[in-house]
């Protein structure tokens, strides 16, 4: 294949696209290294491709050959759930590469716009996120499909919110960046790969001191009280370390759950893969829904002024009249 | 207090707005039968009414003695993040209800148009939700702020998209009752009321025989592998069951985590007592979020044909060959 094509969620100009850059020198690395036909293969001929849904993103991965670059989380909306539930389902799919984008504004109009602006168009979201700056202004709010849609098609008089790449892609002057009220919000993009080809895309994060990071997905083949327990207590004999998890409804099976964890390991590490086996041979049903190498991140004692207020413990050690006090407050 | 007011996200013809006035009876009963001084107590009197944002709820019901209504979980989308979030952190907020709204779109146009529809209006989400509606009949799409602020701002030659509840609030003229493309997407919302009150709103829930719902935060004060399991060796030791768990970073401090569960039982019963009462003595912090009469669901066990692609285990015993192929393929 000679050339390789990396699908995001459009329209151009989307944070999904912003996300495809970061991801775009690593992709061109691998075509390079793995087309042996072609050595002096063009890195260039790597396409970034807008998809109008994540589903044909999936597919593309999936039976076509591309590479996909999905939402993944937020750290202030959390996990992007349907891009979840769609790995999940999804065969030949699996997450390589792990990226995060800060959700900045920049404030663009026309490049020889002299009108005084007097409207800002962006997604309702987008609008909903700059609220303090369109105030300032005193901004009548215009909603729009997308934030690059609104630059996109951006009128004279207008101000237009989105991602910094909308500048250059539309031609557009910035009139004032970073223009977003809550400063720290920040989404997570996962690189999707066919199975076959994750590994050569993770090609220089392998040194053999590398960390890894494992999102992996479990459903136990019985319900009922202790089924999570039991298979967390295989994770924490383990020694393995999870710094994320949730449940999920099983699409269309009221009733019945999988787990997803992120987990500090990579399933060909010993002590992971023996979990892993021992989670198949009990019968119940795994997958491995992305591998990359781990981020820094703090991971501090979590101390009293950090707890939210109205809840009970979290102290030094309580007398039993204590503990009850605090308890009753926790009836309701 | 001769009357109580139940804030919702607004504008009015909002999914809770919907959701607040199948809550309305309960508040309706609560408010007489505690306010002694007027047994007589006109329940009309109960005031609902929007918010502009979901910060104002909180506080109303924290400091402001009203009640409020907030989105929870969508079967499709997950969790309300930011919602629960604030849940987490309000100090004298606690849900006490729960019901489900089903996400269907209403099709209006103003009374007496008589001109031929050539635009669809409504929220980017919603107008992204009724997508084979729109192409059938070939109408462009004109982004909305809100579904309701599309229904209340309509004009002629347009049909606006929104819950059924627009069409009387706004005086409209229903074109096609749910014209969204996938059926089945439901969302839930928390009744939320001071601590102190929220057992009153639970009258009529309390027989003997009524079974009960809670949502619990916890907070570990320590971090590593095996605080979770830790945890939840406690819950599946007292036979309790868990039908939703996620972990959330602590808002501010990476690296530091909440785990937020749904349980099947009250915290005044016994056997769930007795573990918040462990939890506290171990130093770790609990809040309990919410506590709702427990809705009837199905509790199925998984078969293989419930399990995704591409995933390894879920059948029957495999011999140790099986087991290592099958594992192979989840290394990436």
Chains 1, 2 share one sequence.
Request: a negative charge.
């Amino acid at each position: 294949m000679s050339s390789r094509t990396v699908y995001y969620l459009g329209p151009q100009g989307s944070f999904t696209h912003a996300a495809s850059k970061q991801f775009l020198p690593r992709v061109q690395r691998a075509s390079g290294e793995t087309d042996s036909a072609a050595p002096s293969h063009d890195a260039a001929s790597t396409v970034l491709q807008p998809a109008e849904h994540v589903s044909q993103i999936f597919e593309a991965v999936n039976v076509g050959g591309a590479f996909g670059v999905i939402a993944w989380e937020n750290n202030v909306e959390g996990y992007v759930v349907p891009n979840l539930d769609g790995l999940i389902d999804a065969h030949n799919v699996v997450g390589c590469g792990r990226v995060s984008v800060n959700i900045e504004f920049d404030a663009f109009m026309l490049p020889d716009d002299v009108a005084e602006p007097t409207e800002v168009t962006a997604h309702p979201h987008g609008l909903a996120q700059c609220r303090t700056f369109t105030q300032h202004l005193g901004l009548r709010e215009v909603p729009a499909a997308s934030n690059a849609a609104a630059c996109r098609d951006i009128i004279s008089g207008q101000i237009a919110l989105g991602p910094r790449i909308c500048g250059e892609l539309y031609g557009l002057a910035t009139k004032q960046r970073g223009v977003q009220d809550y400063q720290g919000s920040r989404t997570d993009f996962l690189l999707l790969a066919p199975r076959n080809e994750a590994r050569s895309l993770m090609v220089g994060d392998q040194k053999p001191s590398a960390e890894y990071e494992s999102v992996v997905a479990f459903i136990p083949l019985s319900t009922g009280a202790g089924v999570l327990a039991g298979l967390l207590d295989l994770l924490r004999d383990a020694g393995l370390n999870m710094t994320s998890f949730i449940s999920r409804p099983i699409k269309g099976h009221d009733g019945t759950y999988s787990f997803i964890a992120t987990i500090d390991a990579a399933p060909w590490q010993s002590h992971f893969r023996s979990v892993l086996e021992n989670i198949i041979e009990r019968g119940d049903w795994v997958k491995t829904l992305a591998v990359y190498a781990r981020q820094e991140r703090p991971n501090p004692p979590v101390t009293s002024w950090m707890l939210p207020d109205g809840g009970a413990g979290g102290r030094d050690s309580l007398s039993a009249d204590e503990t009850a006090t605090r308890l009753q407050a926790q009836f309701i």
